[in-house]
Nanobody
Framework: HLSESGGDSVQAGGSLTLSCVAS????????MGWFRQVPSKGREAVAT????????YYADSVKGRFTVSRDYAKDGLLLQMNDLQPNDTAMYYC????????????????????WGQGTPVTVSS
């Protein structure tokens, strides 16, 4: 079970931190990631981390502005979002996928089986 929080309405240039809390230990067992979705479009990966953290993946559109990190205290995932822009407006979802024995995280949303309910982010110009 994954639960997100932290979504809000901000002005362009502002910052937000999204938090995802898992109901079980994820470190060493699960890939975790943040995805976003706008109406009429599929979910796109924003940032993902492997089961042992390592080098995160970032979508080109967020590189240099967003930072993903594991929240070891809460068995979860954080997403620090800086310099937010109107095209960052979306529903943001936390996701997890088993990688008990290693391997790369799925590159597409269809490869992730466990999802939170989403938290909305709105950025106004």
């Amino acid at each position: 079970h994954l639960s997100e929080s932290g979504g809000d309405s901000v002005q362009a240039g502002g910052s937000l931190t999204l938090s995802c809390v898992a109901s079980e230990n994820t470190y060493g067992r699960y890939c975790m990631g943040w995805f976003r979705q706008v109406p009429s479009k599929g979910r796109e990966a924003v940032a993902t981390v492997g089961r042992l953290a390592g080098s995160p993946y970032y979508a080109d559109s967020v590189k240099g502005r967003f930072t993903v990190s594991r929240d070891y205290a809460k068995d979860g995932l954080l997403l620090q979002m800086n310099d937010l822009q109107p095209n960052d407006t979306a529903m943001y979802y936390c996701a997890a996928e088993e990688r008990f024995y290693g391997g790369a995280c799925p590159s597409d949303a269809s490869g992730w089986r466990f999802w939170g309910q989403g938290t909305p982010v709105t950025v106004s110009s």
